[in-house]
T-cell receptor, first 112, second 115 residues
């Protein structure tokens, strides 16, 4: 079946360092979403990418969607302790967001 | 404008008992999704419902699990004869009929512990 792989599984960085998580799908996606889940919390939507090669920025966060629409990345510049949490990508290949395939997430720890 | 409301937040059951988890979607949302999350793992899709209809239940175990979204009232995820392996966080999400961003709005989850 369709899979979405996310790496790394865990990463700890020093505050101020950069962080990147990568998401790879076994099939071409219609779009991809990114969510953040704080420890003990619930997933919160960050962004959706739809177009091939798309790049979107939200302050220190940069999201990319690959040209083949099979991979994506989230890059955080100059991490802060508030960035701590698990970042999930979720792929949609049906074009209706009704049944997303979720990666296992990358857990980010930030040392102050 | 209340978000997605789930209750109970925490539920403890003994093996063999029934667990009922409730989810009220955001106002104006007609689509509800249930996900299960085991500790240190990602979200597993269970079921997708619209009012009075199950659209996709391909992620739900065939036995002991059922879901409904009646015309009136919250969506219910029901787990009969719970076993220890059912211990997990169960998240409900909702979305409107038409969404520009595709965003799913999640509730805070119901954490089920089976003793």
């Amino acid at each position: 079946g369709q899979q979405v792989m996310q790496i790394p599984q865990y990463q700890h960085v020093q505050e101020g360092e950069d962080f990147t998580t990568y998401c790879n799908s076994s099939t071409t996606l219609s779009n991809i979403q990114w969510y953040k889940q704080r420890p003990g919390g619930h997933p919160v939507f960050l962004i959706q990418l739809v177009k091939s090669g798309e790049v979107k920025k939200q302050k220190r966060l940069t999201f990319q969607f690959g040209e083949a629409k099979k991979n994506s990345s989230l890059h955080i510049t100059a991490t802060q302790t508030t960035d701590v949490g698990t970042y999930f990508c979720a792929g949609d290949n049906a074009g209706n967001n009704r049944k997303l395939i979720w990666g296992l997430g990358t857990s980010l720890g930030v040392n102050p | 404008n209340a978000g997605v409301m789930q209750n109970p937040r925490h539920l403890v059951r003994r093996r063999g008992q029934e667990a009922r988890l409730r989810c009220s979607p955001m106002k104006g949302h007609s689509h509800v999704y249930w996900y299960r999350q085991l500790p240190e793992e990602g979200l597993k899709f269970m079921v997708y419902l619209q009012k009075e209809n199950i659209i996709d239940e391909s992620g739900m175990p065939k036995e002991r699990f059922s879901a409904e979204f009646p015309k009136e009232g919250p969506s219910i995820l029901r787990i009969q004869q719970v076993v220890r392996g059912d211990s997990a966080a169960y998240f409900c999400a909702s979305s409107p009929e038409r969404s520009y961003t595709g965003e799913l709005f999640f509730g805070e989850g119901s954490r089920l512990t089976v003793l």
